[in-house]
């Protein structure tokens, strides 16, 4: 089955910083990489995806990149504001399924 | 995404006790799964299933069943609950027509702990 390595597990940084997050698989067959953001007491919500076919998708302050050939995927914030504060969560499903593996998780500090 | 609702949110119960969790959505979805959570371990998949007759087991089935009672309602059952069973639960489903079918759509959580 598929494996996601994720990583760092904490991740502290000063507002207006820049924060990476990283993701690993193992199932060469994924084709969908979700985002989820987490905060204090509240449930997981997507924040950004990307299929396999595309190499970089971007959302405003957030973006995505995908290497298919390394098997690695990374979500960016960019300016970071203490309201991105929270547990980030990657997944990758394996073509046609719709069981997600989540990875560990995040915990992404931003101080003001 | 109130279209998703647990039911209780938080819950003690002691050892050896029968107790369940249960999940109803408006969002017209199919598929619906039962995920934990622990701290550093991330969400773990208990189980699933993708249509009222569909129940299959996830990575971690072991001491939990579930039960689809209808398409919009699916609930998770401890038969003898264990205090390492002390986690936050979640219900979630996916099957939009409207985002990645892939999307998972999460409740609120239930807070449980086994004493």
């Known amino acids: 089955g598929e494996n996601v390595e994720q990583h760092p597990s904490t991740l502290s940084v000063q507002e207006g910083d820049s924060a990476v997050i990283k993701c690993t698989y193992s199932?060469?067959?994924?084709?969908?990489f979700p985002w989820y953001k987490q905060e204090l007491g509240k449930r997981p919500q997507l924040i950004i995806d990307i299929r396999s076919n595309v190499g970089e998708k971007k959302d405003q302050r957030i973006a995505v990149t995908l290497n298919k050939t390394a098997k690695h995927f990374s979500l960016h914030i960019t300016e970071t504001q203490p309201e991105d504060s929270a547990v980030y969560f990657c997944?990758?499903?394996?073509?046609?399924?719709?069981?997600?593996?989540f990875g560990r998780g995040t915990s992404l500090i931003v101080h003001p | 995404d109130a279209d998703v609702t647990q039911t209780p949110r938080n819950r003690i119960t002691k050892t050896g006790k029968r107790i369940m969790l249960e999940c109803s959505q408006t969002k017209g979805h199919d598929r619906m799964y039962w995920y934990r959570q622990d701290p550093g371990l991330g969400l773990r998949l208990i189980y699933y299933?993708?249509?009222?007759?569909?129940?299959n087991k996830g990575e971690i089935s072991d001491g939990y069943s579930v039960s689809r009672q209808a398409q919009a309602k699916f609930s998770l059952s401890l038969e003898s609950a264990i205090p390492n069973q002390t986690a936050l639960y979640f219900c979630a489903t996916s099957g939009s027509d409207r985002s990645p079918q892939e999307t998972q759509y999460f409740g609120p959580g239930t807070r449980l702990l086994v004493l």
């Open positions: 997944a990758a499903n394996p073509g046609g399924s719709y069981i997600p593996t």
């Open positions: 199932d060469s067959a994924s084709n969908y």
């Open positions: 299933s993708f249509d009222v007759k569909d129940i």
